[in-house]
């Protein structure tokens, strides 16, 4: 830049630096605020059909069931919280000073929901696989047992596709 007596002179490249400057930083805060809207809608969709479940209980549904679904609610509600932080954090700090603080804080909140979010999803497929298999089995007695071990199935597969992946990824890479 060239400044004659208060009038600037931009070169074109610095210009236009600055400008992709600014689109990524529009960008990483779309980003992080998208996927932080889509983790709380989805938990937030959970949080419904449990809430559902919990006003309208099935003729069958003991006292475990019912710590079961409670324990997911709960757990569920955390989940919320925490996929909707960033954005209450971006409406308190804006405009930001330092968006590298901003990325690592909405990346905490965002992992440190996963969990529970994986909890609620473990506790709602447990509930279902319980409700489901009693109904259509109505005569074995075993599926109180079976059903948690068959609600880890997804959690399993998708475990063992991460690692693969990651494997193939370190392959590729050397």
Known sequence: ??????????LSGEKENNKNKED???TD????????????TVSGFIFGFLFNTTINTPRNFTSIDGIILLTALFVSTCSV???VMPVVYH?????????????????????FGLIPGAITLYLGLLLGLKLGLKLSFPS?????YLSPFL??????????I??????RWLQYRH
């Open 1 to 10: 830049m060239i400044t004659i007596k208060g009038m600037e002179l931009t």
């Open 24 to 26: 990524t930083l529009i």
């Open 29 to 40: 805060y779309n980003a992080i605020l998208r996927e932080s809207t889509l983790l709380t």
């Open 81 to 83: 919280c925490l996929f």
């Open 91 to 111: 409406n308190l700090q804006y405009p930001y000073r330092d968006l590298e603080k901003f990325k690592r804080r909405s990346h905490n909140f965002i992992m």
């Open 140 to 144: 074995v007695n075993y599926i109180d």
């Open 151 to 160: 609600a880890l199935i997804p959690f399993v597969i998708v475990f063992i």
């Open 162 to 167: 991460f690692k693969e992946r990651k494997r």
